[in-house]
């Protein structure tokens, strides 16, 4: 029984290639823009770090665990953008794909752990408030919002983006809202003399990490769980297959998201017997390609029910050419 596999070559790398005559203008692979932003975290990190440990800051302090978790969390996509990059084997047909989801999955769990240890540390330096160098802490947050709003420009730039760059912006996002956060805690010191506001900024920080955490672990849960792709809705697509031309049936139908941008979906279709197998698989396969930009299409024609009227017995056929 013939298979049509329908599936558009330009989607079957995790990588790009450099071509002669290719632009030199163009925007920088995912891979670059992850490297340069990892550099301006860790960088930045440490001066928050130790700014907010001689201001006695918690606002900062937290912020700068947040960073230290998106350092950590660009590292690791930036591992697994490299990973990613693997040709296939015969024991991973697939490639290494699934390392983007999982990296992805691993920086949303550091995410709501961090959060989770900053409002503990938010609770207890409300209790008893510690006192605050405000205009250095003032200082420092807004270069940490510059720094964070230029990474947050160089991951968003280009085209090319997936899930890993994606979830770089939500973490640096995150952080420019912690910058600002930790900005209006140190004016109300300033201003005020309120001591606790830097406790609130903290807890703010840590409600903006926890949602960013639970989308992105919602998201690629959702991946390794293969549900269906984003966008793809298995009643049209079942109406699809079954309006084209030559299928009577179909069972077993299944679409699921292998990686970021590879949406993939097989069919089992019964035939009527009006068209032949290939040419009802091809044009199931392009419809779909067409319908709901799914480009990893493989398409399982059967036979069509056996039936007296069109398979009659052999002896009765000899008999009729006596």
Same mark, same amino acid.
């Given at each position: 029984?013939?298979?049509?596999?329908?599936?558009?070559?330009?989607?079957?790398?995790?990588?790009?290639?450099?071509?002669?005559?290719?632009?030199?203008? +163009?925007?920088?692979?995912?891979?670059?823009?992850?490297?340069?932003?990892?550099?301006?975290?860790?960088?930045?990190?440490?001066?928050?770090?130790?700014?907010?440990?001689?201001?006695?800051?918690?606002?900062?302090? =937290?912020? +700068?665990?947040?960073?230290?978790?998106?350092?950590?969390?660009? @590292? $690791?996509?930036?591992?697994?953008?490299? #990973?990613?990059?693997?040709?296939?084997?015969?024991?991973?047909?697939?490639?290494?794909?699934?390392?983007?989801?999982? !990296?992805?999955?691993? /920086?949303?769990?550091?995410?709501?752990?961090?959060?989770?240890?900053?409002?503990?540390?938010?609770?207890?330096?409300?209790?008893?408030? +510690?006192?605050?160098?405000? #205009?250095?802490?003032? %200082?420092?947050?807004?270069?940490?919002?510059?720094?964070?709003?230029?990474?947050?420009?160089?991951?968003?730039?280009?085209?090319?983006?997936?899930? /890993?760059?994606? !979830?770089?912006?939500?973490?640096?996002?995150?952080? !420019?809202? @912690?910058? %600002?956060?930790?900005?209006?805690?140190? @004016?109300?010191?300033?201003?005020?003399?309120?001591?606790? !506001?830097? +406790? #609130?900024?903290?807890?703010?920080?840590?409600?903006?990490? $926890?949602?960013?955490?639970?989308?992105?672990?919602?998201?690629? %849960?959702?991946?390794?769980?293969? =549900?269906?792709?984003?966008?793809?809705?298995?009643?049209?697509?079942?109406?699809?297959?079954?309006?084209?031309?030559?299928?009577?049936?179909?069972?077993?139908?299944?679409?699921?998201?292998?990686?970021?941008?590879?949406?993939?979906?097989?069919?089992?279709?019964?035939?009527?017997?009006? &068209?032949?197998?290939?040419? %009802? &698989?091809?044009?199931?396969?392009?419809?779909?390609?067409?319908?709901?930009?799914?480009?990893?299409?493989?398409?399982?024609?059967?036979?069509?029910?056996?039936?007296?009227?069109?398979?009659?017995?052999?002896?009765?056929?000899?008999?009729?050419? &006596?």
């Amino acid at each position: 029984m013939a298979a049509e596999h329908a599936h558009h070559e330009g989607h079957s790398h995790a990588h790009t290639h450099a071509h002669p005559g290719a632009d030199p203008y +163009a925007s920088p692979s995912p891979e670059k823009r992850l490297l340069v932003a990892l550099v301006l975290t860790t960088g930045f990190m440490v001066v928050e770090a130790v700014t907010g440990w001689i201001v006695h800051s918690l606002a900062l302090l =937290s912020d +700068a665990g947040h960073m230290l978790a998106d350092a950590g969390a660009l @590292g $690791l996509a930036l591992m697994a953008q490299r #990973v990613a990059s693997r040709p296939r084997t015969l024991s991973r047909t697939y490639g290494y794909r699934r390392a983007e989801t999982l !990296a992805a999955l691993a /920086n949303g769990i550091v995410l709501g752990v961090t959060a989770l240890w900053v409002i503990a540390e938010a609770v207890a330096r409300w209790r008893v408030p +510690a006192p605050i160098d405000a #205009v250095p802490m003032l %200082v420092v947050a807004t270069a940490g919002l510059a720094v964070n709003l230029v990474a947050g420009f160089i991951l968003s730039s280009g085209h090319a983006h997936n899930t /890993n760059t994606r !979830a770089a912006v939500a973490h640096v996002a995150a952080d !420019a809202l @912690g910058s %600002v956060s930790a900005m209006v805690a140190a @004016g109300l010191v300033i201003a005020f003399g309120w001591q606790r !506001a830097d +406790a #609130v900024a903290s807890v703010v920080i840590s409600l903006l990490i $926890l949602l960013g955490a639970f989308r992105l672990v919602t998201e690629t %849960v959702s991946v390794l769980m293969e =549900s269906a792709p984003s966008g793809v809705v298995l009643e049209d697509l079942e109406r699809t297959i079954r309006g084209t031309p030559g299928v009577a049936d179909m069972h077993d139908l299944h679409a699921w998201t292998i990686s970021d941008g590879f949406d993939s979906v097989t069919v089992h279709v019964v035939l009527d017997g009006t &068209a032949h197998g290939t040419e %009802v &698989a091809r044009e199931v396969g392009e419809r779909i390609r067409r319908d709901h930009r799914v480009t990893h299409v493989t398409v399982q024609p059967e036979a069509p029910p056996f039936s007296p009227a069109l398979h009659p017995p052999q002896n009765l056929l000899r008999n009729r050419k &006596a």
